[in-house]
């Protein structure tokens, strides 16, 4: 926080604020000199008078007696001590503005950032989700911001307040939901903000197989590149589970019986549609 405030406090320092400082602090250091100057020449004119009329001369010229026990000599000094006073408190009021300026614009809660959503998989931060629609931020002075996801799964909201509680959710013609869904999340001063992103309703692929117009039972059913499979039951219906490590948009999966042509097809288990396929014997 201290490198900060010092560096920011250069900027202040070189500011047009600080200009605008620097005039009125020459300013009053010109009034004081003024009035320092004549104040030495009303000494002087004092020094050529008699000592019971000097106190007559300081009444006249500053509507004021010297208070009890001050003598004539004593209200000079006095007035000059409150010059050097004034000049000395002008410089630290300078100081205390701009040190304040500088407070206030190191503190984060007074910034903006561009804010970068990088929206991911289960895989980790690296794990980036292109394309796959927008995100949708909701803050305290706007709703339903969206900001499209690009190649590298960044979405981007400008002008966010750093420290301000936003929600962060994903609209997505693929069907993917940001996890835990509705969650809130702090602008953090870096400006980003990583969005786990799953697939909905793809833990579970399931279909029917059959033999022309007959149920086909005991088919291997096996998802391609993977070790994911499962067997059709007396109906030719199949289910496989699929833990959250191995969900993808799209698998290949195979089909095969002995004595049967293995055949494969695609599935998209999150769009809800099962799987129905027809083998041949061979």
């Known amino acids: 926080m201290i490198p900060i405030f010092l560096k ?21 250091y010109f009034i004081l000199y ?31 007696f010297p208070k009890d026990g001050l003598s004539e000599e004593g209200y000079i000094k006095k007035e000059r001590h409150k010059y050097v006073f004034l000049a000395v408190m002008t410089v630290i009021l300078l100081v205390f503005i701009l040190s304040v300026i500088a407070i206030v614009i190191s503190s984060d809660k007074f910034k903006s950032v561009t804010l970068t959503v990088v929206v991911h998989g289960r895989k980790g931060n690296q794990d980036a989700l292109p394309n796959i629609g927008w995100v949708i931020l909701d803050g305290p002075l706007v709703s339903n911001v969206a900001a499209n996801i690009d190649n590298n799964g960044q979405a981007f909201f400008q002008n966010q307040k750093i420290g301000d509680t936003i929600k962060l959710t994903i609209k997505s013609p693929k069907r ?11 602008v953090p001063p870096e400006g980003k903000i ?27 059913v096996q998802i391609e590149s993977d070790t994911l499979k499962s067997k059709t039951d007396s109906l030719g219906s199949f289910t496989i589970n699929i833990p959250e490590t191995h969900r993808r948009e799209k698998y290949i999966v195979w089909f095969q019986k002995k004595g049967y042509e293995s055949t494969s097809s695609p599935a998209t288990p999150q769009y809800g549609h ?4 027809i083998m041949k014997k061979l």
């Open 194 to 220: 990583y969005l786990l992103a799953q697939l909905e309703n793809s833990d579970k692929l399931s279909g029917k197989v059959f033999f022309k117009d007959s149920p086909l039972p005991d088919v291997t």
């Open 274 to 277: 099962g799987i129905t396929i």
């Open 176 to 186: 993917y939901a940001a996890v835990p869904f509705d969650w809130n999340y702090l």
């Open 8 to 28: 920011n406090l250069g900027v202040v320092a070189t500011s047009p604020y600080a200009f605008v400082g620097y005039v009125a602090l020459l300013a009053t």
């Open 34 to 64: 003024l009035r320092n100057q004549n104040l030495k020449q009303f000494e002087n004119e004092m020094k050529a008078l008699p000592q019971k009329e000097r106190a007559n001369l300081i009444k006249q010229r500053y509507n004021v």
